[in-house]
């Protein structure tokens, strides 16, 4: 979150009013009488407040630091809270627990939340080009490739897909992978309304579930806004990455086409070239944009 000059973020610590706050980090309810740490903050553009409340244990620490004389009440605390607090600004570091997922969640969510940062590379298992049309079409839809076609063009291409995967540079995966859950982490904590207004100022698909922005947010802040089609001039690309990380951004684009005075207009292009995406943005006057591990270039 970007703060302006004149009206700085203000840290408050207090107690739980009720026990209707929610920890923005662990996702669960603070009881009241509990103690808190607030963040209140104004976004750019808008005359009002916001304030996310954390546990005492789990609240973010800015990477300028905090003292203890930056916390609104903190005198009033009782002794175990202060200490809770000095431990957490003494190490900002220390991973907290997370909550722990019902056995009922919702299919596609892992135990972290079920972000893309969570997902491996899945070898072929042994034996694959035996396995029946059928079961090759699986394979194909879980590496986001064309499923269409006869079985000896099925094994192409999973052929051509384990191909790249062998070129595949470990060490890119594993930087793109850590920014990219960085990113998911920074996202999550917004509601649904802020990450709309970040995706309209980059001119990006709005709709969906808060994971699906989430996960559109952290995608466009570490590569790049997907740009507009070229071809029909209308329709916004999209893009299937064969593989969650070590692509820069890079995979299968494709435009449906777009709606042009309530009439749609159909684009079928498909193509792997390189599509440069466009600088990433926070706020409209903020200079904060994407920096892609390495550009498609590189």
Same mark, same amino acid.
């Given at each position: 979150?970007?703060?302006?000059?004149?009206?700085?973020?203000?840290?408050?610590?207090?107690?739980?009013?009720?026990?209707?706050?929610?920890?923005?980090?662990?996702?669960?309810?603070?009881?009241?009488?509990?103690?808190?740490?607030?963040?209140?903050?104004?976004? &750019?553009?808008?005359?009002?407040?916001?304030?996310?409340?954390?546990?005492?244990?789990?609240?973010?620490?800015?990477?300028?630091?905090?003292?203890?004389?930056?916390?609104?009440?903190?005198?009033?605390?009782?002794?175990?809270?202060?200490?809770?607090?000095?431990?957490?600004?003494?190490?900002? %570091?220390? *991973?907290?627990?997370?909550?722990?997922?019902?056995?009922?969640?919702? %299919?596609?969510?892992?135990?972290?939340?079920?972000?893309?940062?969570?997902?491996?590379?899945?070898?072929?298992?042994?034996?694959?080009?035996?396995?029946?049309?059928?079961?090759?079409?699986?394979?194909?839809?879980?590496?986001?490739? @064309?499923?269409?076609?006869? @079985?000896?063009? @099925?094994?192409?291409?999973?052929?051509?897909?384990?191909?790249?995967?062998?070129?595949?540079? &470990? *060490?890119?995966?594993?930087?793109? *992978?850590?920014?990219?859950?960085?990113?998911?982490?920074?996202?999550?904590?917004?509601?649904?309304?802020?990450? @709309?207004?970040?995706?309209?100022?980059?001119?990006? %698909?709005?709709?969906?579930?808060?994971?699906?922005?989430?996960?559109?947010?952290?995608?466009?802040?570490?590569?790049?806004?997907?740009?507009?089609?070229?071809?029909?001039?209308?329709?916004?690309?999209?893009?299937?990455?064969?593989?969650?990380?070590?692509?820069?951004?890079?995979?299968?684009?494709?435009?449906?086409?777009?709606?042009?005075?309530?009439?749609?207009?159909?684009?079928?292009? %498909?193509?792997?070239?390189?599509?440069?995406?466009?600088?990433?943005?926070?706020?409209?006057?903020?200079?904060?944009?994407?920096?892609?591990?390495?550009?498609?270039?590189?």
């Amino acid at each position: 979150m970007s703060e302006t000059e004149d009206e700085p973020t203000v840290w408050i610590a207090e107690y739980a009013k009720s026990g209707r706050s929610k920890c923005k980090k662990m996702k669960e309810v603070i009881p009241k009488g509990t103690c808190r740490v607030g963040k209140s903050f104004t976004i &750019p553009g808008r005359d009002f407040r916001s304030t996310y409340w954390y546990h005492a244990w789990a609240f973010p620490v800015p990477k300028s630091g905090l003292a203890e004389s930056d916390f609104q009440g903190f005198d009033e605390l009782k002794e175990k809270d202060k200490d809770a607090i000095r431990d957490r600004l003494a190490n900002p %570091k220390k *991973r907290v627990g997370t909550k722990r997922k019902s056995s009922t969640a919702k %299919k596609g969510e892992s135990k972290n939340g079920g972000g893309r940062s969570s997902k491996r590379i899945c070898r072929l298992p042994p034996g694959w080009r035996d396995m029946k049309a059928k079961e090759l079409k699986l394979l194909l839809a879980e590496r986001n490739l @064309k499923v269409s076609g006869n @079985k000896a063009e @099925k094994i192409e291409l999973l052929e051509e897909w384990e191909q790249v995967l062998e070129t595949l540079d &470990p *060490r890119l995966e594993k930087e793109e *992978r850590k920014k990219y859950q960085e990113y998911e982490e920074y996202y999550s904590e917004m509601t649904v309304n802020e990450m @709309k207004a970040i995706l309209r100022l980059n001119d990006q %698909k709005m709709s969906g579930k808060k994971l699906e922005l989430i996960e559109r947010c952290a995608d466009g802040k570490l590569y790049g806004a997907i740009p507009k089609c070229e071809e029909c001039g209308g329709g916004r690309l999209q893009v299937n990455y064969p593989f969650p990380f070590g692509h820069k951004g890079q995979g299968n684009w494709f435009c449906k086409g777009y709606y042009d005075d309530g009439d749609f207009q159909p684009c079928f292009r %498909k193509t792997t070239d390189i599509q440069e995406r466009e600088a990433w943005k926070e706020t409209e006057d903020s200079d904060e944009e994407a920096e892609p591990v390495l550009s498609a270039e590189d």
